[in-house]
């Protein structure tokens, strides 16, 4: 899923392989403080399910891990977005 190579994640961008063509880029995230963490090292993505109003499920990519994870997080988050069109 990630971005093969270091000229935007972190090194050493362990597992980038881009086989799914999705190109996830580092672009960080903004907290509710409103400071920007992470950005080059970590990608966060919104997905479409909600825990409450308040809380929606997120993805995330690390540059030191080959693993997409996910978690839960406050909407006030500031994480990408990915618009996908099903064709």
């Known amino acids: ?3 093969v190579g ?4 972190q090194s050493p961008n362990t597992g980038a392989t881009n086989e799914s ?4 880029l580092p672009g960080g995230c903004r907290d509710f403080f409103n400071s920007f963490l992470f950005v080059g090292s970590d990608g966060y993505w919104w997905s479409a399910t909600e825990r409450s109003s308040s809380d929606a499920r ?3 990519l690390l540059y030191f891990n080959a693993h997409a994870s996910r978690s839960y997080e406050n909407k006030s988050s500031g994480f990408s977005v ?3 069109w099903d064709n």
């Open 1 to 3: 899923m990630k971005e």
């Open 6 to 9: 270091t000229a935007h994640w």
């Open 21 to 24: 063509g999705f190109t996830a």
């Open 58 to 60: 997120y993805r995330y």
């Open 82 to 84: 990915r618009c996908v």
